[in-house]
Structure formats: C-alpha cells, structure tokens
C-alpha cells in the first residue's frame, strides 16, 4: 500500500538553528498538508499546499515557517529558527482530492526536539 | 468556528469488552467526519470516515454512524482486543483541512 514517508524520523536541534523536515508524498497526490502535535495535545492544522502554492495556513504558521516543494516527490517544512515550544511531532499527509473523499495519508512524522 | 469535542481517557477495558468513544462536533453545514487511531511510536492512520448523514463507516470491527441530528460520530467496537490498543481521533474536514478532537487512549488488558 502507497504511503506517505517522512525523514528523520527524530531530530534534535538547538533553539535558534534552521531545521527542514522532510516528506515524500505518495505520488499521485496533489495536495500536501503538515500537522503537528505537541505533546498530550491535539494534533493542529499547520499549512496546507497545492500547485506550488499555500492554499491554506493556521495561526501557527508564521513568519519563521515555510513549504517548498522542491522537486517533483519532495515536501519539506522549514522552520528559520527553533523556538523551544516548536518542541513537536510532525505529520506530514497527502491526498488525491481536496475535500479528502479518499482520505488523507499521513507519514509516521518527525519527532523533533529544542533544547 | 470548527472543532470536535471527544470524551476523555485513558478508557481502560478487559479483552471482549464493548467499546464506545463518543465523538461530537460543531461545523458549518456536514462535514466528513474520521476517525484515526495512532498505535504507539507510529503515525496517524485512516480507521473509518463517514461522508454525509446516516452513513456508517466501517473496518477493523469498528464502526461509527454520522448523526446529524446529534451532530455525533460515535466509535464502537462490540469486543475489544489487546492490539486494539492507541490513541483514537476523530476528526471533521473544515474547509481545506482535518480539525481533530483531543484524542481518546485506549487501554485494553488481558
């Protein structure tokens, strides 16, 4: 079954480094999303991309984030520069369809932790 | 705007138990509704969804039927296993995007 991969699978970094995680969505999916999820929290809407382009963020997603996808199987976050509470999991997903009829694919994520 | 209300956890069951997580929602218009389970140390996957009223959403054993009237997905399982074991999140698409309630842990012992 087609999946949604995500590297690292854990990343540590120090408060105020650039970090990118990464994701291969499955390949005939044209809309990429990322999550995240805080510790015993929910887990949040952070952007959503199609046709190279944002077409939906959250609150969360400010200046210190962005997408890219920089070849035809790459999406990637990057966030400039880590704050302590950017401390997370994050889920990268995919679907073939805007409203989800198929479902949305999420990867495993990224655990990544600011010290 | 959006969101999902779950019931709390941990929910602690014996193997064979009968499940229910009550799931309820506050949207604009019927959305989809989903549910997801996350077994430990992995990511989210798809259990079931429901897309428009009275459906019922299957697999796995589990079911949930889309209420409209009471605005409800409700998860049930009518005998739980060990391996039945995670956290459970039910989830609505808002607009270009999954909202998710807290999640729900599920503990079965044996």
């Known amino acids: 079954e087609p999946e949604v991969t995500q590297t690292p699978s854990h990343q540590v970094t120090q408060m105020g480094q650039e970090v990118i995680l990464r994701c291969v969505p499955i390949s005939n999916h044209l809309y990429f999303y990322w999550y995240r999820q805080i510790l015993g929290q929910k887990v949040e809407f952070l952007v959503s991309f199609y046709n190279n382009e944002i077409s939906e963020k959250s609150e969360i997603f400010d200046d210190q984030f962005s997408v890219e996808r920089p070849d035809g199987s790459n999406f990637t976050l990057k966030i400039r520069s880590t704050k302590l509470e950017d401390s997370a999991m994050y889920f990268c997903a995919s679907s073939e369809s805007p409203t989800g009829a198929y479902g949305y694919t999420f990867g495993s994520g990224t655990r990544l932790t600011v010290v | 705007g959006d969101s999902v209300t779950q019931m709390e956890g941990p929910v602690t069951l014996s193997e064979e138990a009968f499940l229910t997580i009550n799931c309820t929602y506050t949207?604009?218009?019927?959305?989809?509704l989903f549910w997801y389970v996350q077994y430990p140390g992995e990511g989210l996957q798809l259990l079931l969804k429901?897309?428009?009223?009275?459906d019922k959403g299957s697999n796995k054993g589990f079911e949930a039927t889309y209420r409209k009237e009471t605005t409800s997905f409700h998860l049930e399982k009518g005998s739980v296993q060990v391996s039945d074991s995670a956290v459970y999140f039910c989830?609505?698409?808002?607009?270009?995007?999954?909202?998710f309630g807290a999640g729900t842990i599920l503990r079965v012992k044996s």
């Open positions: 989830a609505l698409r808002g607009g270009n995007k999954l909202v």
């Open positions: 949207a604009t218009g019927y959305p989809s």
């Open positions: 429901a897309t428009k009223a009275d």
